[in-house]
């Protein structure tokens, strides 16, 4: 499996910016997708989740009302549409494929592939 990131930049605080993920080697639509993010010397956390249907999201609080993630089966496609961007979320954000033998959606040793990683950077 093959998970390519893309979509980060620097945005002020306040602005948009939507993440996308691509992938390839499986197929896509069976597995539930994350996005965790990793902040400079800080534990990678999770952002937020979408079932295998795309019918169930899950989000960490510090994002909710501010973050969207959705999925395009057709595209093999994960997103991550972030509204109204704070200095806190700064990091570089990660997609990730869930494995289908757990059924926590909030921890990272849930997934079992991971993106390269693609950078945000909200300046104040």
């Known amino acids: 499996v093959q998970l390519q990131a893309s979509g980060g930049g620097l945005v002020q605080a306040g602005g948009s910016l939507r993440l996308s993920c691509a992938a390839s080697?499986?197929?896509?639509?069976?597995?539930?997708m994350g996005w965790f993010r990793q902040a400079p010397g800080k534990e990678r956390e999770f952002v937020a989740a979408i079932s295998w249907s795309g019918d169930v999201t899950y989000y960490a609080d510090s994002v909710k009302g501010r973050f969207t993630i959705s999925r395009d089966s057709a595209k093999n496609t994960v997103y991550l549409h972030m509204n109204n961007l704070k200095p806190d979320d700064t990091a570089v954000y990660y997609c990730a494929l869930k494995s289908r033998t757990s059924d926590n959606y909030y921890s990272k040793t849930a997934y079992n592939y991971w993106g390269q990683g693609t950078l945000v950077t909200v300046s104040s």
């Open positions: 080697g499986r197929t896509f639509s069976n597995y539930a």
